[in-house]
């Protein structure tokens, strides 16, 4: 039923919780005072610039590294980061490692994932391997079962190692960077994945990543940290309202755009242009004069103006038009304009 | 398994005991295949032949058979560990600190060990076996002593290759203050030896490498989850320090010990783990341990066939058929698996 799915009831809980390292030389803070918890079907996405913690804190949630204080609580359980046999029945990882080994199947690979489940000599039983076969379904990756794994995509590697987090069966599965080194198209189906995993199978997950707009459309809670500030927690709406986003990544180069939820480059502006004409092409039209060092203006007889149309861009400036067929006749005729 | 592995599989097993039969004909005085037929019909064979066979051919066939199950095992255990399809016996410098030991007690003449070893009773074969024993575990001990405070494999390794030319050169530094009679004693360990232990040093030896091997069995489930590197091992719930002691120790004692009885035996330990993953096209130790031991023990028994080939008083040592008959086998090995590729 819908009205079970909305229950808040927390998978992971993290109060007051210290990260960061032990070293010769003392104790190297990260970040304090963390209040962390993840809800039972949720998906969390952990975006912070580089260098702000978001490996530190993946390392201390999987039990790498231990925190410098607080306790870290799965299902009101304490979790013993030094017992891993405990840990990997709540909580499943895919990690940013290669995979490197020749001679594994796909179904090799998957079934480890029942490691925890199966007796010492690893014998998987009928349960296991229905439970490898609908995780391998669920990843869409069913015809692929004999395959070697050093055969495949990245993107199809990363779907092995989501399956082999799905057959492992925890409430808890936990994600470093998955969408690093894939191409775009491969971003959006893995980040699609496991969203419809969460949905599906009410499984909580937390991942890593530095795809903001991504993140932005799939996340259900946002933890955003920063250097040297507190991490901050909230759907990716309401962060964005509050103009925390904006604070977080605000660089000179580029800017938030709260209206699109999407980073714009400021390009320098050395000239004035007016436009006109079909909203959609008159978009895209805008942005490449815009990496060109145009500005926007109303128009005025002074400076230049498009007028774009269904099939064609027609310049006009001193009472000279010319008429463009594409973007690029367009920009060589501008520079024309300007040259004269 | 697939259908056509498991009759590999079978036909590996049914092999060996006509492998190890037809290693005891093999030596310096011949003896016809009839002989089984004559022992199994409780027909009288020549006293002669009955001792050569129960004290000359048996401990020798056990000997290679055990060397070649220990060696590739081992081999095995740290290509996992160390993530790299080079690692072997040699590379962590086991088999360097077994020769380090034999060195200092046969070479050593100023340095008065054999003296005070002979001195204790302990005669010259027990002497090389304890110095080499003694040489392989100190190797050991300081890898396993370090192997916590190094966090990754590479260094580990790289440490281990380090220990061995340290070692290495001690021993070039002893050979060169000995007296060439030293040196002779010294070198012809090295050549590598199946003959000449008894029924006492055999039951040590099985005493000491079949509980290595069944440990190495019972950490087969870690050892595939160690394939995805220990950070994935660990959150699919291996106890990792436990784990890396268990592979080092095993690892170590395994070549350690055989090392000790039978001189360095080359290639053996590296090459074949390389075999099994290509004919039986899997990483899964449980069938890689089985089927690596069943391919070493053939392999090492046909070695051992054809360095008494020569018939009569001579031999050829060892670790040099090993070498001439198993290194092309690696090549060859190399070239028909896809990609050209040794992997672990």
């Known amino acids: ?340 | 398994m697939e259908i056509s592995k498991r009759i590999y599989l079978i036909v590996l097993i049914i092999l060996l005991p006509i492998t190890f039969a037809a290693d005891i004909l093999f030596g310096s005085v011949s003896i016809p295949f009839s002989i089984f037929s004559d022992i199994l019909q409780y027909n009288t064979i020549p006293e002669t032949w009955h001792i050569i066979i129960t004290e000359l051919r048996i401990p020798r066939a056990i000997t290679a058979l055990i060397t070649g199950m220990a060696l590739p095992v081992s081999g095995l255990l740290m290509q996992t560990f160390f993530r790299n399809p080079l690692a072997g016996p040699y590379v962590l410098g086991i088999s360097t600190g077994a020769s380090l030991g034999v060195a200092i007690f046969s070479l050593g003449g100023g340095l008065g060990t054999y003296a005070i070893i002979t001195g204790l009773g302990i005669g010259t074969s027990w002497g090389m076996i304890i110095a080499a024993c003694i040489g392989s575990l100190a190797v050991m001990f300081i890898i396993v002593s370090l192997s916590p405070k190094v966090r990754d494999t590479a260094s580990l390794l790289i440490i281990g290759i380090m220990l061995g030319s340290i070692t290495s050169a001690v021993v070039s530094v002893l050979q060169y203050f000995s007296n060439p009679l030293e040196i002779q004693e010294f070198l012809m360990w090295t050549f590598g030896n199946f003959s000449g232990l008894d029924w006492t040093e055999i039951s040590i030896m099985l005493g000491i490498i079949i509980p290595m091997l069944a440990i190495s069995f019972a950490m087969q489930k870690s050892l595939n989850a160690l394939l995805l590197g220990e950070n994935y091992a660990r959150g699919l719930g291996v106890n990792i320090k436990r784990l890396r002691f268990g592979i080092i120790i095993s690892a170590s004692l395994l070549a350690g010990v055989i090392t000790a009885f039978t001189g360095p035996i080359g290639f053996v330990g590296m090459a074949v783990p390389h075999i099994a993953r290509t004919v039986f096209k899997t990483t899964n130790h449980s069938i890689l341990i089985a089927t690596s031991a069943l391919i070493g023990a053939h392999l090492v028994l046909l070695c051992d066939i054809i360095s008494q080939l020569p018939g009569y008083q001579s031999t050829i040592p060892i670790n040099t058929v090993t070498a001439l008959f198993g290194a092309p086998i690696v090549i060859f090995v190399i070239f028909k698996s896809r990609k050209s590729q040794l992997q672990y």
């Open chain 1, 1 to 340: 039923m819908d009205a079970e799915k909305i229950t808040y009831q927390a998978i992971l809980d993290a109060p007051n919780l210290d990260i960061g390292y032990h070293t010769k030389k003392g104790v190297i803070p990260i970040a304090k005072h963390l209040n962390l918890h993840i809800f039972k079907g949720e998906m969390v996405c952990l975006l912070g610039p580089n260098g702000s913690g978001k490996s530190t804190l993946i390392r201390t949630l999987a039990g790498m590294q231990k925190p410098l204080a607080g306790d870290i609580f799965i299902q009101n359980q304490r979790i013993e980061p030094q017992n891993a046999r405990e840990l990997s029945q709540q909580m499943s990882v895919v990690l940013t490692e290669k995979i490197a080994v020749s001679h594994m199947t796909v179904y090799e690979l998957v079934s480890l994932g029942r490691f925890p489940h199966t007796n010492w000599l690893g014998k998987l039983s009928e349960n296991d391997h229905a439970q490898i076969e609908k995780a391998l379904e669920q990843v869409g990756l069913t015809a692929f079962r004999t395959r070697f794994v050093n055969t495949l995509s990245d993107g199809e590697k990363q779907r092995v190692m989501i399956a082999k987090a799905l057959t492992q069966d925890t409430p808890f599965i936990m994600l470093d960077e998955p969408t690093a080194h894939l191409d775009l198209p491969n971003r959006i189906e893995i980040m699609k994945l496991l969203k419809e995993l969460a949905q599906q199978t009410y499984k909580s997950i937390l991942l890593s990543t530095h795809e903001l707009d991504l993140a932005l459309q799939v996340a259900d809670r946002i933890w955003l940290m920063q250097t040297e500030k507190p991490l901050l927690c909230g759907t990716p709406e309401d962060l964005v309202l509050n103009g925390s986003f904006e604070q977080a990544f605000k660089k000179q180069s580029f800017d938030f755009d709260r209206a699109s939820g999407l980073f714009k480059i400021n390009y320098q502006h050395s000239h004035s242009i007016s436009i006109s004409g079909d909203p959609i092409r008159m978009f895209w039209t805008k942005r490449a004069l815009n990496r060109h060092g145009y500005e926007i203006a109303e128009a005025h007889t002074h400076i230049p103006h498009i007028d774009v149309s269904e099939t064609a861009w027609t310049l006009s400036y001193n009472s000279k038009h010319t008429e463009c067929s594409s973007i690029f006749e367009l920009l060589i005729a501008i520079n024309g304009v300007e040259g004269e």
